[in-house]
T-cell receptor, first 111, second 114 residues
């Protein structure tokens, strides 16, 4: 079955880059998503990438996809204290509505 | 900006009681979802709903669970007889259903079963 794994915690200093990693097992994954969860809030979609892409850049966010290794990463440039949150990787497949989520990576940004 | 809303934000109930969690999806969305997250665990898919019927459900979504769209705006999740292990954060989500599967999530309802 499908599984999505993430490291649990990452701490960076303000202004540094953050890299959050994710691995998935389902080779038929079509879409890969990054969601952000701030305390008391829902899951906010940050960005997504199709499985036929290697990279996607959106302002401070860069998503890299290594389909061979089934590895996805989210890079946040110039990390700010407002970026402190839990970041979830999720995968989806054509023809299936359910998203499969990782356990989330808590990003702590120190001033 | 339109958003998914959920009520209540926190529900406390006794084991064996029925609970109904409520969601108002984004108004022009066609697909609706429930997910749950047990404390410290992954966000897990429960069910998707389209055109007034369940389109997909997980193994978690057993006979104790049901969903309903009672009117044009609300989407509810009912747990018939709650168990301790139903304690979790329940997230509602919705989307168009076309193209890629970007889902818009509500803030969640924390269910505590005592």
């Amino acid at each position: 079955g499908e599984d999505v794994e993430q490291s649990l915690f990452l701490s960076v200093r303000e202004g540094d880059s953050s890299v959050i990693n994710c691995t998935y097992t389902d080779s038929s994954s079509t879409y890969l998503y990054w969601y952000k969860q701030e305390p008391g809030a829902g899951l906010q979609l940050l960005t997504y990438i199709f499985s036929n892409m290697d990279m996607k850049q959106d302002q401070r966010l860069t998503v890299l996809l290594n389909k061979k290794d089934k590895h996805l990463s989210l890079r946040i440039a110039d990390t700010q204290t407002g970026d402190s949150a839990i970041y979830f990787c999720a995968e989806g497949r054509t023809g299936r509505r359910a998203l499969t989520f990782g356990s989330g990576t808590r990003l702590q940004v120190q001033p | 900006e339109p958003e998914v809303t959920q009520t209540p934000s926190h529900q406390v109930t006794q084991m064996g009681q029925e609970v109904i969690l409520r969601c108002v999806p984004i108004s022009n969305h066609l697909y609706f979802y429930w997910y749950r997250q047990i404390l410290g665990q992954k966000v897990e898919f429960l069910v998707s709903f389209y055109n007034n019927e369940i389109s997909e459900k997980s193994e978690i979504f057993d006979d104790q669970f049901s969903v309903e769209r009672p009117d044009g705006s609300n989407f509810t999740l009912k747990i018939r007889s709650t168990k301790l292990e139903d304690s979790a954060m329940y997230f509602c989500a919705s989307n168009w259903g076309e193209g890629h599967n970007e889902q818009f999530f509500g803030p969640g309802t924390r269910l505590t079963v005592l």
